[in-house]
């Protein structure tokens, strides 16, 4: 089992700064592809950036590449995402999760989620 809890969630005005931390705890390792999504009020859950983590080869959703960036500490077995820019579309609840299914964009493919983080980005 893996436990996954994200923070760093909150309110920002269009063009801020938010950084998102997950800590992961548990059966742990370098097998598993840590990844983010987000879902919007009557929208389904949807990728936002994935990282290896053995590798750390990162993957993005094209809708944040440039403005998006996922990182991990793996001596704290902790995943970041620093979202720039952000922009009223941005706002949803988003949640971290670990997989070691070769597909990296699919909600399927993770086995482990968090409980969710509130973004929401104002005009």
């Known amino acids: 089992q893996v436990q996954l809890v994200e923070s760093g969630g909150g309110l920002v005005q269009a063009g801020g700064s938010l950084r998102l931390s997950c800590a992961a705890s548990g059966r742990t390792g370098s097998r598993y592809r840590m990844g983010w999504f987000r879902q919007a009020p009557g929208k389904e859950r949807e990728f936002v950036a994935a990282i290896s983590w053995s590798s750390g080869i990162t993957y993005y959703a094209d809708s944040v590449k440039g403005r998006f960036t996922i990182s991990r500490d793996n001596a704290k077995n902790t995943v970041y995402l620093q979202m720039n820019s952000l922009k009223p579309e941005d706002t949803a609840v988003y949640y971290c999760?670990?997989?070691?299914?070769?597909?990296?964009?699919?909600?399927?493919?993770?086995?482990?989620w968090g409980q969710g983080t509130h973004v929401t980005v104002s005009s």
């Open positions: 999760a670990a997989g070691s299914q070769p597909t990296i964009t699919v909600v399927a493919a993770y086995d482990y």
